[in-house]
Every structure is written in structure tokens, then in C-alpha cells.
């Protein structure tokens, strides 16, 4: 079962019960491999704790998660977020970097993603997943500090509703570094942004 703290100061009964620890548990269908999102296997695993430029809402429709909005280029190939104000669980702000690093981390061969097929695509995964190009050749930058470009090779009829799933979600560079081998391994050397 994964375990995850959370202050869920809203659903306290009273300002006695809010200094109180809250703890929500979330059962999960299957054991844990990881709760890496670059290298998980299932949005079940991750789906709960990170969120990306999307979620999915009622009928599986794409509502806006980190993102406030989204607006697509008329050729269908260049997509621009603009994130909303919004923090990792330890505090630090999210930022356009955090999705830079993260999707260059998944795309990695280094890195082993088991679905960094998912980014095909997008400009040169195909060719960075085969370690033909460095990952900084990946189609997105940061064009200011709440606002991601991707670029497309080819239009996606789907690629909202792909954004929805946590690997395309951001990742805490600092937190990654910090723990190095340890990240991912227990929630205590984790950030969440969901």
C-alpha cells in the first residue's frame, strides 16, 4: 500500500484538530516498482502524486492541471503552456525548468524509461531515445519561468490527453540530485507535486 503524508488542513473540524498530523493512504493494485516518473510503469503507481500539464476529468476529458492554459500553433506542432502558481510538496516553486529537466531525464537513454516511446513525436525524441542526439535537442524550453514550448515533429490528435500522464509532469532537479540513488526509494527522499 503507498503511503503519503498529507496536510489536509481544509477537512479539519476545528483549529484543535488542524495541528494535528493527517495522513492520507491511497491503496495501489499492484507492489511499487518505483514512484520515479521517469521510470514507472503504470499511471496507477503515480498518478495520485504527481500531476503534469493536464489531468483527466470527467469521461477522460484533459482539465487543466499545472497548467492554466494551453494554446496550439494552427500546423498542430507547437504547443505553449503557461503553469499556475504552484509549489512541490517541500515547498520550492514549480517552474518551467522542472519540466525542461524532467522530460529530458525520462527521454535519456541513461535513464532507462520503460515509456520513453511515449515521446515520440516530439522534436528528436525518436533520435535522443536511440542516442543519436543529446537531450538538450529535445522539442522544449522554458520561455520564462511559468511558460513551457514543446515542439511537435508531428501533430498528436492525442497529445493533450498524453499530457494528462504523469511522466510528462515535472520533476525536482535539486531533490533528484540531492538524493541521487536514494530518490525514489522511500517518500521521505521524494517531492510530490500532486
Avoid: H
Avoid at 99 to 121: C, M, N, Q
Amino acid at each position: 500500500m503507498l503511503l503519503i503524508g498529507a496536510g489536509i488542513g481544509g477537512c479539519a473540524k476545528s483549529s484543535d484538530d488542524a495541528s494535528q498530523k493527517q495522513v492520507l493512504k491511497l491503496s495501489a493494485s499492484a507492489p511499487l516498482d518505483t514512484i520515479d516518473i521517469s521510470k514507472a510503469t503504470g499511471y496507477g503507481q503515480t498518478g495520485n502524486i504527481f500531476e503534469s500539464f493536464y489531468r483527466l476529468g470527467k469521461d477522460g476529458k484533459a482539465t487543466p492541471g499545472l497548467a492554466k492554459s494551453g494554446k496550439v500553433s494552427k500546423d498542430g506542432l507547437t504547443w505553449t503552456f503557461k503553469l499556475r502558481n504552484a509549489k512541490w510538496s517541500n515547498g520550492d516553486k514549480i517552474t518551467a525548468d522542472d519540466f525542461v529537466y524532467s522530460w529530458r531525464r525520462s527521454i535519456d537513454p541513461k535513464t532507462e524509461s520503460p515509456y520513453a516511446y511515449l515521446f515520440s513525436g516530439v522534436k528528436n525524441a525518436d533520435e535522443i531515445a536511440a542516442g543519436k542526439l543529446s537531450t538538450d535537442k529535445l522539442g522544449i524550453k522554458a520561455l520564462e519561468k511559468n511558460t513551457v514550448q514543446v515542439e511537435l515533429d508531428k501533430p498528436i490528435a492525442y497529445f493533450k490527453v498524453l499530457l494528462a500522464y504523469p511522466l510528462f509532469g515535472p520533476q525536482n532537479q535539486k531533490v533528484i540530485e540531492k538524493y541521487g540513488k536514494k530518490y525514489a526509494t522511500r517518500s521521505k527522499y521524494m517531492v510530490y507535486s500532486g
